[in-house]
T-cell receptor, first 113, second 114 residues
């Protein structure tokens, strides 16, 4: 069975600084997708970024980028120029052949002004 | 553009009561699923459906029933509510096709069982 692990329950970053959130996963599948979701206090689930496993190039969306290391099964999220609005819970998630989305336990990010 | 609609948004139940959380999507998505979110646990899959008439269990199905009589609707039934079912519930849908498609989440339903 696939698993997703987020080992940082909480992180803190100064406004305008850069922070990296860690995620590791385990799977025997060769074709899959990885996601980072943001969940603000409203509890809305917002897709931040998506990575296709067969693509070697790391995905980037504005200030958000990933470091995807397929052999190490690692998928970290880097947030550059952190803003107060980035404060939220961040979930790493995996989707394989069955479309079932498997989530990590989340990292609560605080942004200090 | 309604997307995925969940009702009710908030509900308080007494232990032993039954209720149904409604989920509807207007995007003709084949795949629908229910998750529960608990502190420190992330989101865990309860049940899912790959199309009308087809349902299957996820990671934590005990105490919940689902049905999928239409493509649009995927209700989640709590048969006899227990305090352990106090949680935030999310319904999600995905277009048919390859995995990795954008997943659409409802806004969540807060359930408290006393």
């Amino acid at each position: 069975a696939q698993t997703v692990t987020q080992s940082q329950p909480e992180m803190s970053v100064q406004e305008a600084e850069t922070v990296t959130l860690s995620c590791t996963y385990d799977t025997s599948e060769s074709d899959y997708y990885l996601f980072w979701y943001k969940q603000p206090p409203s509890r809305q689930m917002i897709l931040v970024i998506r990575q296709e496993a067969y693509k070697q190039q790391n995905a980037t969306e504005n200030r958000f980028s990933v470091n995807f290391q397929k052999a190490a099964k690692s998928f970290s999220l880097k947030i550059s120029d952190s803003q107060l609005g980035d404060a939220a819970m961040y979930f790493c998630a995996y989707s394989g052949a069955t479309n079932k989305l498997i989530f990590g336990t989340g990292t609560l990010l605080a942004v200090q002004p | 553009n309604a997307g995925v609609t969940q009702t009710p948004k908030f509900q308080v139940l007494k232990t032993g009561q039954s209720m149904t959380l409604q989920c509807a999507q207007d995007m003709n998505h084949e795949y629908m699923s229910w998750y529960r979110q608990d502190p420190g646990m992330g989101l865990r899959l309860i049940h899912y459906s790959v199309g009308a008439g087809i349902t299957d269990q996820g990671e934590v199905p005990n105490g919940y029933n689902v049905s999928r009589s239409t493509t649009e609707d995927f209700p989640l039934r709590l048969l006899s509510a227990a305090p352990s079912q106090t949680s935030v519930y999310f319904c999600a849908s995905i277009p048919s096709g390859a995995s990795g498609n954008t997943i659409y989440f409802g806004e969540g339903s807060w359930l408290t069982v006393v």
